[in-house]
Every structure is written in C-alpha cells, then in structure tokens.
Nanobody, 124 residues
C-alpha cells in the first residue's frame, strides 16, 4: 500500500516556474514507477510525465517536453515535477501516481495509487 501527498501547486504568471512534490509513504517506494497526470476543467485526465523505479528512464507528453522535468529522491520517498516556461494551458489539477510493471506507458490503468491532487493555475 502506498499513500501519496502532492504539494507545491499555486498561481503563477505565464513564463514562470513551479516545482511540484509528491511524498510517498511505505517502505517499497523504490519498487514503483511514478508518474504525474493532470486534469483541466471539462477535460479528461491526461498523462504528463513518468519515471521508472530506478530513475534511469523517463517519459514525457509532447506538450510538456523540454519544459517539464520529472525526478525522484528515493532517500526522501519523493518524486518531483519541475515545471518551467509555464503556459495558461498548463492550468489543471496535477496528480501523482504510483504503479508497477515494465515500461512507462502513459495510461492511467498502469497506476494503482493516486494522490488527491494539487491545483496549478497559470495566468496570462
């Protein structure tokens, strides 16, 4: 069982930066692939980024590639999402997720545990 708690969301102007954090409970954090998804008002939840259990592999949605960076600190049981050059279309609730299995598929079905989400709002 893994419990996830996101933090770091807020209001930022276009072009600005934010760093989201996701703190995980449990001793088996290093067994899990970790991912960030987001959901904008009136839209479906979508994949943003993922990192594998060892930190050796990452995957990004095309919409954030080159602007966002996912990383993990296993000593702190925490995964991060550094978001730079933010755009108004990045406005959404951002969710952290944990899952197991080969590969970093950008699908919600691969992830078993979810946080409550943190709001990110980018003003123009």
């Amino acid at each position: 069982q893994v419990q996830l708690v996101e933090s770091g969301g807020g209001l930022v102007q276009a072009g600005g930066s934010l760093r989201l954090s996701c703190a995980a409970s449990g001793r088996t954090f290093t067994s899990y692939n970790m991912a960030w998804f987001r959901q904008a008002p009136g839209k479906e939840r979508e994949f943003v980024a993922a990192i594998n259990w060892s930190g050796s592999s990452t995957r990004y949605a095309d919409s954030v590639k080159g602007r966002f960076t996912i990383s993990r600190d296993d000593a702190k049981n925490t995964v991060y999402l550094q978001m730079n050059s933010l755009k108004p279309e990045d406005t959404a609730v951002y969710y952290c997720a944990a899952g197991v299995g080969p590969g970093l598929l950008p699908t919600q079905l691969r992830y078993n545990y979810w946080g409550q989400g943190t709001q990110v709002t980018v003003s123009s």
